[in-house]
């Protein structure tokens, strides 16, 4: 029986309707999966800008500056750039005590939720991307020598590094830190094979 002359009885709609919804059910995940890799590269892609703006800052200002990184409770995180106000470098106790004061206000990373966050992939084991052949603690993701700043010289060089992101399943990226160039590299941790790449 016709829905009308010129279109679709009921039994030919519902059969179109109930395959559309078949293949969005089959297509979804992976798009899903995908998005997710997707916001993981333009976190770490925003995180490596942040460090490169803090190493030009430090230059143009002829001072030293650091990136404080402060991951929030639902995985998202913020950051705030910070200058040397006595001479010894950017320090936490410095910063607490108002001696090394921020130049800018904290900034959320934009592409942080509680998906993609700060942090390791539960129950996973991590090889140190600097020696192989330790595994590392993942209690603390984001770690410049013994702190959470990432700090730069007006020369270039910096504190060595990384800030670990994760899709909180089977995804982490390191966004890397070099002391001596302050240059920074993202790097892809595959968990079949143990190794960064």
């Known amino acids: 029986m016709p829905w009308n002359e010129n ?22 995940p992976p798009l899903l999966d995908l ?11 925003e995180l490596g800008g942040t460090l490169r703006l803090a190493r030009s800052e430090a230059a143009r ?9 402060r991951p929030g409770a639902e995985g998202n995180a913020t950051w705030t750039l910070y200058r040397d106000g006595d001479g010894d470098g ?8 108002g001696v090394d004061p921020a130049f800018s206000t904290p ?5 942080l939720d509680s998906q993609v ?10 090889r140190d991307p600097g020696s192989p052949r330790r595994w590392l ?33 089977d995804r982490l990226v390191a966004v890397r830190l070099f002391n001596r160039t302050g240059k920074v590299k993202i790097i892809v941790y595959d968990f079949e ?5």
């Not at 279109?7 to 979804?28: D, K, P, Q």
């Open 193 to 197: 094979r143990e190794i960064w790449k």
């Open 7 to 28: 279109g679709f009885s009921f039994l030919e709609l519902t059969f179109v309707l109930t395959l559309a919804a078949l293949a969005a059910a089959i297509a979804v």
């Open 61 to 69: 200002r002829g001072q030293n500056v650091a990136v404080k990184l």
């Open 35 to 45: 998005s997710g890799g997707l916001r993981l590269a333009l976190a770490a892609q």
């Open 90 to 97: 950017v320090l936490n106790r410095d910063i607490e005590r």
């Open 107 to 111: 900034r959320p990373v934009q592409y």
């Open 137 to 169: 603690p993942t209690r603390d993701p984001i770690r410049f020598n013994e702190s959470d700043l990432a700090s730069f010289t007006p020369l270039g060089q910096s504190t060595a590094g990384s800030v670990y992101l994760t899709d909180g399943k």
């Open 117 to 126: 966050r700060v942090g390791f992939p539960p129950g996973r084991r991590v």
